[in-house]
């Protein structure tokens, strides 16, 4: 069994339902990291944990891989707590299980363990301050556009370099990050998500790939702010 080409492997979980539409036969397993990272951001260097599930399968007599960030947590103040940013991950992982269920591709929806985590990572504090953002999605602010009420979002777009450390190893990598300001019911909100990376050393052959992915991704969403009638001015990654 040999593996999918780069050019026909997918890289989204809408990827994996067209290839099903097309009358595949898609198998998909599943395998969460929570890898540390280090981000510099303008002056400001940060060390996040990234929320990723790892998706493989066959697609026909082809195996694939790809990997989706969920969430970004902190263990300060410069993004969501970790303890917020495994509800948030865990939320976005029931969206796209009911997506893969409907389409008819089977799996076991297992999810990410704040318990774990902080095994793992016992320098975490699990509490540390329950005021350092919302557990809202963005699809949260969607439906309230679809109550009727007045929804504004400035959406600003970011390529920040990073540092990942997995399994005792150091890969650079570079992520495409969407940040949303948001207007609504009287209340300003800030809301972040990771919409692709590549391995920085092989910007080459990978870049175009995730624009390409981050893009399809911001399509989708922006449809969805035009059924909601939310306010925003488009914008993509080139």
């Known amino acids: 069994m040999s593996d999918l080409s780069s050019s026909k492997s997918p ?16 198998t998909c397993n599943t395998l969460f990291e929570i890898v540390p990272v280090d981000f510099v951001h303008g002056n400001i260097e940060f060390q996040a944990y990234i929320f990723l599930c790892k998706y493989s399968g066959v697609i026909g007599s082809k195996k694939y891989i790809f990997r989706k960030c969920y969430a970004r947590g902190c263990p300060d103040n410069l993004c969501p707590h970790v303890s917020q940013a ?41 509490e540390k301050d329950k005021n350092t953002g919302s557990m809202l999605t963005i699809h949260d602010y969607i439906n309230i556009a679809k109550e009727g009420n007045k929804v504004e979002v400035v959406v600003n777009l970011e390529i920040i370099p990073a540092v990942e450390h997995f399994a005792n190893q150091k890969t650079e990598q570079t992520f495409l990050m969407v940040d949303f ?34 893009n399809d991704r911001l399509k989708i969403l922006f449809n969805d702010f035009d059924d909601a009638k939310v306010q925003y001015k488009t914008c993509f990654f080139n």
């Not at 890289?11 to 898609?26: A, K, P, W």
């Not at 029931?94 to 320098?123: C, P, W």
Request: charged residues 30%; hydrophobic residues 35%; proline residues 1%.
């Open 181 to 214: 300001d948001i207007k609504t019911l009287g209340r300003d909100s800030q809301f972040q998500r990771c919409l692709a990376c590549f391995q920085t050393d092989n910007e080459a052959e990978e870049k175009s790939v995730a624009i390409n992915t981050a």
């Open 11 to 26: 890289h989204r979980i809408t990827d994996l339902i067209n290839f099903v539409q097309n009358g595949e036969d898609v």
């Open 86 to 126: 495994v509800m948030i991950a865990n939320r976005y992982l029931h969206r796209d299980y009911k997506k893969l269920l409907d389409a008819g591709i089977k799996l076991e929806q297992n999810f990410f363990s704040l318990e774990e985590m902080l095994v793992k990572y016992d320098t975490i504090e699990p």
